[in-house]
């Protein structure tokens, strides 16, 4: 199996910054892309931005020139750096990473168990 932990949410200001983590754990031989996603409220978890295992980066409109991803392969973790935030900024936010098991090679795609971010005065 593998885990994925999140860690660095909480409650910040508007204008604020927030730097999320999460490390994968498990049976664990190589990682390809990961990812963060984010749901609010009432609504549709949503992607927000993913990294490639070397390094290439995709973002969602709306968090472009805002946040920041990037990883660290050494550690099989993945950083969310997050500026400017905004009240509509408020979700719980989700890692997800797909790649290879040790020893069968076999696919995995895992998600983490989220991370609350409020983005509020």
């Known amino acids: 199996q593998v885990h994925l932990v999140e860690s660095g949410g909480g409650l910040v200001q508007p204008g604020g910054s927030l730097r999320l983590s999460c490390a994968a754990s498990g049976s664990i031989y190589t990682i390809n892309t990961m990812g963060w996603y984010r749901q609010a409220p009432g609504k549709q978890r949503e992607w927000v931005a993913s990294i490639s295992s070397g390094g290439s980066t995709n973002y969602v409109d709306f968090v472009k020139g805002r946040f920041t991803i990037s990883r660290d392969n050494a550690k099989n973790t993945v950083y969310l750096q997050m500026n400017s935030l905004k009240p509509e900024d408020t979700a719980v936010y989700f890692c997800?990473?797909?790649?290879?098991?040790?020893?069968?090679?076999?696919?995995?795609?895992?998600w983490g168990q989220g991370t609350p971010v409020t983005v509020s005065s």
């Open positions: 997800n990473a797909d790649g290879l098991y040790a020893g069968t090679l076999a696919d995995f795609g895992a």
